[in-house]
Protein backbone atom coordinates (compact mmCIF):
# COMPACT_ATOMS: atom_id res chain seq x y z
CA UNK A 1 0.00 0.00 0.00
CA UNK A 2 1.17 2.99 -0.95
CA UNK A 3 -0.02 6.56 0.82
CA UNK A 4 0.77 9.83 0.65
CA UNK A 5 0.66 12.55 3.30
CA UNK A 6 0.36 16.21 3.25
CA UNK A 7 1.39 17.24 6.76
CA UNK A 8 0.42 21.28 8.06
CA UNK A 9 0.60 22.66 10.94
CA UNK A 10 -2.56 24.18 13.06
CA UNK A 11 -3.35 28.09 12.31
CA UNK A 12 -1.81 30.58 14.57
CA UNK A 13 -3.56 30.72 18.04
CA UNK A 14 -3.81 33.54 21.02
CA UNK A 15 -1.20 31.12 22.86
CA UNK A 16 1.30 31.53 19.88
CA UNK A 17 0.81 35.37 20.17
CA UNK A 18 2.31 35.27 23.37
CA UNK A 19 5.04 32.91 22.92
CA UNK A 20 4.06 30.29 25.59
CA UNK A 21 4.29 26.93 25.39
CA UNK A 22 0.97 24.80 24.17
CA UNK A 23 1.93 21.30 24.42
CA UNK A 24 -1.75 19.18 24.91
CA UNK A 25 -3.17 22.53 26.68
CA UNK A 26 -5.51 24.40 24.23
CA UNK A 27 -6.19 28.05 23.09
CA UNK A 28 -8.45 29.57 19.92
CA UNK A 29 -7.81 30.23 16.89
CA UNK A 30 -6.70 34.19 16.78
CA UNK A 31 -8.64 36.22 13.48
CA UNK A 32 -5.86 36.30 11.44
CA UNK A 33 -5.43 31.96 12.33
CA UNK A 34 -9.20 31.57 11.09
CA UNK A 35 -8.28 33.72 7.64
CA UNK A 36 -5.16 32.23 7.18
CA UNK A 37 -6.86 28.85 7.65
CA UNK A 38 -9.76 29.78 5.52
CA UNK A 39 -7.28 30.67 2.48
CA UNK A 40 -5.57 27.64 2.77
CA UNK A 41 -8.61 25.73 2.05
CA UNK A 42 -8.90 27.68 -1.08
CA UNK A 43 -5.18 26.79 -2.00
CA UNK A 44 -5.20 23.25 -1.10
CA UNK A 45 -7.96 22.77 -3.83
CA UNK A 46 -4.79 21.92 -6.47
CA UNK A 47 -4.21 18.73 -4.64
CA UNK A 48 -6.26 15.37 -5.16
CA UNK A 49 -7.32 15.00 -1.44
CA UNK A 50 -9.24 11.76 -0.26
CA UNK A 51 -9.55 13.05 3.64
CA UNK A 52 -8.43 15.36 6.79
CA UNK A 53 -6.83 13.44 9.17
CA UNK A 54 -7.04 16.14 12.77
CA UNK A 55 -5.36 16.03 16.09
CA UNK A 56 -7.73 15.99 18.72
CA UNK A 57 -7.21 19.41 20.07
CA UNK A 58 -9.06 21.85 19.12
CA UNK A 59 -6.61 24.18 17.25
CA UNK A 60 -6.32 21.69 14.97
CA UNK A 61 -10.27 20.52 14.83
CA UNK A 62 -11.52 24.02 14.16
CA UNK A 63 -8.09 24.85 11.40
CA UNK A 64 -9.39 21.22 9.64
CA UNK A 65 -13.07 22.64 9.68
CA UNK A 66 -11.83 26.38 8.32
CA UNK A 67 -9.96 24.09 5.35
CA UNK A 68 -12.82 21.90 4.89
CA UNK A 69 -15.35 24.92 4.30
CA UNK A 70 -13.29 24.48 0.37
CA UNK A 71 -12.38 20.78 0.48
CA UNK A 72 -15.53 19.36 1.52
CA UNK A 73 -13.82 16.21 2.43
CA UNK A 74 -14.90 13.81 5.54
CA UNK A 75 -12.92 14.30 8.88
CA UNK A 76 -11.23 11.82 10.60
CA UNK A 77 -9.88 12.70 14.76
CA UNK A 78 -6.95 10.84 15.42
CA UNK A 79 -5.80 11.55 19.44
CA UNK A 80 -2.42 10.33 18.33
CA UNK A 81 -1.85 12.67 16.10
CA UNK A 82 -1.90 15.50 19.17
CA UNK A 83 1.01 17.61 20.36
CA UNK A 84 4.33 16.83 22.68
CA UNK A 85 2.92 16.73 26.36
CA UNK A 86 5.05 19.32 28.18
CA UNK A 87 3.99 18.44 32.11
CA UNK A 88 4.95 21.78 34.32
CA UNK A 89 5.92 23.55 31.42
CA UNK A 90 2.51 24.23 29.36
CA UNK A 91 1.64 27.42 29.28
CA UNK A 92 4.78 28.37 30.08
CA UNK A 93 7.29 30.61 28.17
CA UNK A 94 10.98 29.66 27.30
CA UNK A 95 12.22 32.38 29.30
CA UNK A 96 10.03 31.20 32.07
CA UNK A 97 11.39 28.08 31.77
CA UNK A 98 15.16 29.04 31.59
CA UNK A 99 14.13 30.63 35.23
CA UNK A 100 12.70 28.03 36.92
CA UNK A 101 14.34 24.77 35.89
CA UNK A 102 17.72 25.75 34.75
CA UNK A 103 19.23 22.59 36.36
CA UNK A 104 16.86 20.22 34.84
CA UNK A 105 17.55 21.39 31.30
CA UNK A 106 21.46 21.09 32.03
CA UNK A 107 20.80 17.36 32.63
CA UNK A 108 19.95 16.89 29.05
CA UNK A 109 22.11 16.84 25.55
CA UNK A 110 19.00 18.84 24.37
CA UNK A 111 20.18 18.51 20.49
CA UNK A 112 20.90 15.16 20.52
CA UNK A 113 18.69 13.37 22.88
CA UNK A 114 15.93 12.05 20.92
CA UNK A 115 14.39 10.55 24.71
CA UNK A 116 14.82 14.39 25.46
CA UNK A 117 11.38 15.15 27.41
CA UNK A 118 9.94 18.15 29.61
CA UNK A 119 9.23 17.29 33.11
CA UNK A 120 5.96 15.46 33.96
CA UNK A 121 6.04 14.93 29.72
CA UNK A 122 6.34 12.93 26.64
CA UNK A 123 9.92 12.05 24.74
CA UNK A 124 10.62 13.07 21.24
CA UNK A 125 10.53 9.30 20.30
CA UNK A 126 7.39 8.83 21.89
CA UNK A 127 5.69 11.50 20.18
CA UNK A 128 7.02 9.89 16.79
CA UNK A 129 6.16 6.34 17.73
CA UNK A 130 2.72 7.23 18.57
CA UNK A 131 1.89 10.02 15.39
CA UNK A 132 3.57 7.46 12.91
CA UNK A 133 2.17 4.33 14.28
CA UNK A 134 -1.32 6.14 13.95
CA UNK A 135 -0.76 7.00 10.60
CA UNK A 136 0.38 3.45 9.67
CA UNK A 137 -2.66 1.87 11.67
CA UNK A 138 -4.85 4.41 10.37
CA UNK A 139 -4.14 2.95 6.37
CA UNK A 140 -3.89 -0.45 7.44
CA UNK A 141 -7.33 -0.60 8.82
CA UNK A 142 -9.20 1.62 6.18
CA UNK A 143 -7.23 0.76 2.86
CA UNK A 144 -6.88 -2.26 1.05
CA UNK A 145 -6.67 -4.08 -2.72
CA UNK A 146 -10.37 -4.43 -2.20
CA UNK A 147 -10.79 -0.09 -0.89
CA UNK A 148 -7.78 1.58 -2.30
CA UNK A 149 -6.52 4.69 -1.77
CA UNK A 150 -7.39 7.23 -4.18
CA UNK A 151 -6.26 10.59 -3.21
CA UNK A 152 -3.48 12.16 -0.38
CA UNK A 153 -4.39 12.17 2.96
CA UNK A 154 -4.08 15.74 4.65
CA UNK A 155 -2.86 15.98 8.07
CA UNK A 156 -3.72 18.13 10.65
CA UNK A 157 -1.51 18.58 13.82
CA UNK A 158 1.27 20.84 15.55
CA UNK A 159 4.77 21.71 15.31
CA UNK A 160 6.52 19.63 17.39
CA UNK A 161 5.22 16.67 15.76
CA UNK A 162 6.10 17.35 12.57
CA UNK A 163 9.42 18.54 13.43
CA UNK A 164 10.37 15.10 15.41
CA UNK A 165 9.27 13.43 12.49
CA UNK A 166 10.70 14.98 9.71
CA UNK A 167 14.66 15.79 11.26
CA UNK A 168 14.90 12.41 12.73
CA UNK A 169 13.84 10.87 9.17
CA UNK A 170 16.58 14.04 7.89
CA UNK A 171 18.75 12.84 10.23
CA UNK A 172 18.91 16.32 11.81
CA UNK A 173 19.52 17.03 15.61
CA UNK A 174 18.13 19.88 17.20
CA UNK A 175 20.46 22.37 17.39
CA UNK A 176 19.56 25.90 16.98
CA UNK A 177 19.61 26.13 13.25
CA UNK A 178 17.36 22.90 12.81
CA UNK A 179 14.85 23.69 15.02
CA UNK A 180 12.72 25.76 12.81
CA UNK A 181 13.88 23.61 9.47
CA UNK A 182 10.25 23.35 8.50
CA UNK A 183 9.13 26.69 7.69
CA UNK A 184 5.21 28.48 9.03
CA UNK A 185 2.38 27.86 6.60
CA UNK A 186 4.00 25.37 4.24
CA UNK A 187 2.69 21.58 3.74
CA UNK A 188 5.74 18.87 4.22
CA UNK A 189 4.86 15.31 2.34
CA UNK A 190 5.32 11.98 3.91
CA UNK A 191 5.00 8.74 1.70
CA UNK A 192 4.02 5.52 3.15
CA UNK A 193 5.36 2.64 1.24
CA UNK A 194 5.92 -1.01 2.48
CA UNK A 195 5.08 0.27 5.88
CA UNK A 196 7.89 2.76 6.33
CA UNK A 197 7.86 6.30 6.17
CA UNK A 198 10.14 8.28 3.20
CA UNK A 199 10.49 12.20 3.13
CA UNK A 200 8.70 13.89 0.09
CA UNK A 201 8.90 17.97 -0.67
CA UNK A 202 9.53 19.95 2.51
CA UNK A 203 8.45 23.27 2.89
CA UNK A 204 5.90 23.97 -0.03
CA UNK A 205 3.95 26.89 0.75
CA UNK A 206 0.34 26.55 1.61
Known sequence: MLANFGLIRHAQTEMNLQGR???QLDSPLTDEGIRMAKLWGKSLLRYNWQLILSSDLQRAIHTSELINESLKLPIKIIP???????????GLTLSEIHKTDKAYLEMWDFENDWNYS?????????????STGALKDFVKINF?????????IL????AGVMRFIFLK???KNFSPENIDYLKPDCINWLRLKNNNFQLGKLNEPV
Open 80 to 90: ELKEQAWGRWS
Open 169 to 171: LLG
Open 118 to 130: PPDGESRNEVIER
Open 155 to 158: VITH
Open 21 to 23: IQG
Open 144 to 152: NSDNPLKGN
